[in-house]
């Protein structure tokens, strides 16, 4: 060996080193130790502040719950939270302030889907996991690259609600005649293509498809459309004031077709439009008006004694899946702790594939599976229930005098 | 022919609703040659205001007519603290902002104070609708086109046969002349942003038993009213009377016929065409400045 190469060996190694560097990357931040807290980015104002409201809710009497027990490894569970109006772009700053500022451990969010879906790169950026409990949209778990590490959601999703509505809307109409009706959103739009590749899969051909534009106060010409192609019943993919007007313009007509609907559709909805309501079925994860198992009753109980003003009965849970969702949630997170053993984002990641965990919506067991992004959602179809509105509240459908079954 | 019934029936409802909007925006231009650009959250208060008075306990007429008072009181109130100061020179256009700034504050205070969601504003007349076949119509819907022609004829009436709508048209001709005569401008501008205020306010209140109160309900309305304003010709009331109402009747008929996702785009586009033909509106006149 020369001297000369001798003495470029300590360089060529060096040189080695910095490029092995620059292909890892640096240390991600997930690997530092968190602070205790959950960073939580939603609707605090804006036209979805009610659904913000009722995430804050759950999950405030979820954590007094658990650091009433002492928290999670000896440390109280501390909420931050974020508005983002419903903005994505505020997700995505708020996102940053969670990760990076206040170094959370885990980050929640709130109820839109595009927000969600803003997420996702920075999320897998910061290393930061990310629990959803309302935004449903596939694309949030399910990922165009197939690599989602980071995005948990214990919710409902878009393309198991399509098929779910298909096949509950086929088992109820008469003559076969079903059509979708849907918001003209990233929401309603994103869910079209699910629901005609669901009514293939069920043998169903759609008698016809409408929209409509928020803040529409008319649907006269899209209802009569379709009450003269003979639809009986509507897949329902909107939320409360517009559908409201659709009900109203299916009145004018002399129109009552059976409705099946996502779950935009909440109690206010209900309370805006009385009796009009009654019999529409929506899809949903839990019911505050059924049989409540001891858990259930005891977070409802909790919910009441906390924030008594605005949680008097179950018809002012207006989201009532999602808080159920939410409730979940949260104690699925303890659970993952606990496991991981540390404030650790990583770990913290990889525990959440170990959690098993007997929540009041289902029982989640495993309630995610690794290398599977489709199982990166934790409520599975099989926990899907159909409820109805009567007298203003959303009862399960067994509750309720029309004669209806799940 | 059920189709055609109820585009019409409905059509002639919804813009009723602009042609009362777009009265409003054409009393503030005549008195000030500015308008309150987010006009449309008056007529937001004037639903919202009504449920909320219903909350206390108040009957629904007593409270309608309480939720106009205060909606035009607001209007006046914006008249004087975000237009006025910033009209003051010619060509001034700060109170576009100022209003638009002023209209986003008082949207976000009533989804804090009223709440996100919608709510129904109970009405005796919207509780069944009247059948003509398989089309209908909601009694308050009636309300609406009759509540219009009222307006416009009592306008007519206000501005020729009363002493306060004469010195407006003074105001709306020669702001200084009219100063040079005894009449108080500014005074009869802030009442006429008072006036607006009611008429939007009350078609707020009589077209939320049918569409629910909230407070995002202004902003497509406020701004359909401005167009049917501007389609028209803003200082011609009975053009702006005309040009609402076929406004919503057209619109119906794109939504029945051609798209229903496409009939703003079809709609602000026919705004468009019209403006490029007819520049002063369809039913303006040319205005002629000796000098």
């Not at chain 1, 560097?21 to 807290?37: D, N, V, Y």
């Not at chain 1, 008006?289 to 924030?307: C, H, I, R, V």
């Not at chain 2, 701004?223 to 009331?237: R, S, T, Y």
Request: proline share 5%; hydrophobic share 50%.
């Amino acid at each position: 060996m020369t001297a000369q190469a001798r003495s470029t060996r300590p360089l060529a190694t060096l040189a080695l080193g910095l490029l092995a560097g620059l292909a890892l990357g640096p240390a991600p931040a997930a690997a530092q130790r968190a602070e205790s807290c959950i960073g939580i980015s939603m609707e605090v104002t804006g036209p979805l502040a009610n659904q913000g409201l009722m995430l804050r809710i759950a999950i405030e009497t979820a954590l007094d719950r658990i650091n009433g027990a002492g928290g999670v490894l000896g440390r109280p569970l501390r909420l931050v939270i974020y508005d983002d109006v419903g903005e994505p772009a505020r997700a995505v700053d708020n996102a940053r302030r969670i990760g990076e500022r206040d170094n959370c451990v885990v980050m929640f969010g709130g109820a839109r889907t595009p927000n969600a879906i803003a997420l996702r790169e920075p999320l897998a950026e910061m290393g930061l996991p990310w629990i959803g409990a309302i935004s449903a949209g596939t694309g949030v778990i399910e990922h165009p690259n197939g690599r989602n590490e980071w995005m948990f959601r214990v919710s409902m999703k878009d393309r198991w609600v399509t098929e779910y509505l298909v096949q509950q809307a086929k088992a109820r109409s008469q003559n076969g005649k079903i059509a979708f009706v849907y918001e003209g959103t990233a929401w309603g739009q994103g869910a079209l293509p699910d629901i005609e590749a669901a009514a293939r899969r069920n043998g169903v051909a759609l008698a016809g498809r409408e929209t409509f534009n928020i803040g529409d106060q008319d649907m006269s010409a899209q209802m009569i459309r379709l009450r003269d192609a003979g639809v009986d019943t509507v897949v329902l993919w909107a939320v409360d004031r517009e559908s409201a007007n659709m009900l109203r313009s299916m009145d004018r007509i002399g129109w009552k077709p059976k409705i099946v609907s996502a779950w935009g559709l909440t109690t206010a909805f209900a309370r805006a439009v009385g009796p009009l309501a009654d019999g529409i079925m929506v899809a949903g994860t839990f019911n505050w008006n059924g049989p409540l198992s001891p858990e259930a009753q005891a977070a409802l109980d909790a919910m009441k004694a906390k924030f008594p003003d605005r949680i008097r009965t179950t018809a002012d849970l207006e989201q009532p899946s999602a808080m159920a969702n939410a409730w979940d949630a949260i104690f699925i997170l303890a659970e993952a702790l606990k496991i991981a053993g540390a404030y650790d984002r990583t770990k913290l990641r990889d525990a959440m594939f170990r959690v098993n965990y007997t929540g009041i919506v289902a029982d989640y067991r495993p309630a995610f599976i690794r290398g599977n992004q489709e199982r990166m959602d934790a409520v599975l179809p099989e926990a899907y229930k159909l409820q109805a509105f009567h007298n203003g509240m959303l009862m399960p459908i067994e509750a309720t005098p029309y004669g209806m079954r799940n | 022919m059920e189709a055609v019934t109820q585009y019409l029936l409905t059509g002639l409802s919804v813009g009723s609703v602009y042609a009362m909007v777009g009265l409003g925006f054409y009393v503030m231009w005549t008195a000030a040659k500015a308008v309150n650009f987010n006009f449309g959250d008056i007529f937001m208060l004037g639903a919202v205001l009504t449920v909320v008075a219903m909350d206390q306990g108040i009957p629904l007429l007593p409270a309608a007519v309480l939720a106009v008072v205060v909606a035009a009181i607001a209007a006046a109130a914006i008249e004087r603290g975000f237009v006025r100061p910033f009209n003051q020179e010619a060509n001034a256009i700060g109170w576009m902002l100022t209003t638009i700034a002023v209209g986003t504050m008082i949207e976000s205070a009533t989804t804090a104070l009223f709440g996100s969601n919608p709510r129904g504003l109970p009405s005796p007349l919207a509780e069944s609708p009247i059948r003509l076949g398989g089309a209908g119509i909601y009694p308050q819907e009636l309300l609406l086109p009759v509540a219009l022609v009222l307006v416009a004829v009592g306008l007519e009436l206000f501005y020729r046969r009363t002493m306060l709508g004469r010195a407006m048209r003074a105001v709306a001709w020669n702001r200084t002349a009219a100063g040079l005569v005894g009449i108080d401008a500014d005074r009869i501008t802030l009442i006429a942003f008072g006036l607006a205020g009611g008429l939007g306010a009350m078609a707020g209140v009589l077209i939320g038993p049918v569409v629910q109160a909230s407070s995002t309900m202004g902003g497509v309305i406020g701004l359909k009213g401005f167009m049917v304003a501007i389609i028209a010709g803003i200082a011609n009331a009975r053009g702006v009377v005309i040009a609402g109402v076929l406004y919503g009747v057209s619109e119906k008929f794109i939504e029945g016929y051609l798209s229903t996702a496409a009939r703003d785009a079809i709609g602000f586009t026919l705004m468009v065409l019209l403006l490029l033909l007819f520049p002063q509106g369809l039913f303006g006149r040319k205005e002629i400045k000796k000098v």
